[in-house]
């Protein structure tokens, strides 16, 4: 059973720059693609990144140019480098696995609350 927990969100001014880190326990996580979610109020939860084992990436339009996800296999962590935020930037920010046909599967954490406004 792996288990993820999302940290790094806090209040930011628009302009500012965030990273978000995603700590998975258990065995296999080199194996898996792992991507970046979120969800504002009232809305549906979107894919923001993902990155497969060998470190292909992959962004949603909206976030393109900004956000940068990376991994580091040995601390069975993925990241998300947030910059130049906007306020529709604004969601809880979570991470999961991707499986084979592009979607999220498994658990997903208690996310973290990403909040742009001056």
């Known amino acids: 059973q792996v288990q993820l927990v999302e940290s790094g969100g806090t209040l930011v001014q628009p302009g500012g720059s965030l990273r978000l880190s995603c700590a998975a326990s258990?065995?296999?996580?080199?194996?898996?693609?792992m991507g970046w979610y979120r969800q504002a109020p009232g809305k549906q939860r979107d894919m923001v990144a993902t990155?497969?084992?060998?470190?292909?990436?992959n962004y949603a339009d909206s976030v393109k140019g900004r956000f940068t996800i990376s991994r580091d296999n040995a601390k069975n962590t993925v990241y998300l480098q947030m910059n130049s935020l906007k306020p529709e930037d604004t969601a809880v920010y979570y991470c999961?696995?991707?499986?084979?046909?592009?979607?999220?599967?498994?658990?997903w954490g208690q996310g973290t609350q990403v909040t742009v406004s001056s």
């Open positions: 999961n696995r991707v499986g084979s046909s592009g979607s999220p599967f498994g658990s």
């Open positions: 258990g065995s296999g996580f080199r194996a898996y693609a």
């Open positions: 990155i497969t084992s060998i470190s292909s990436t």
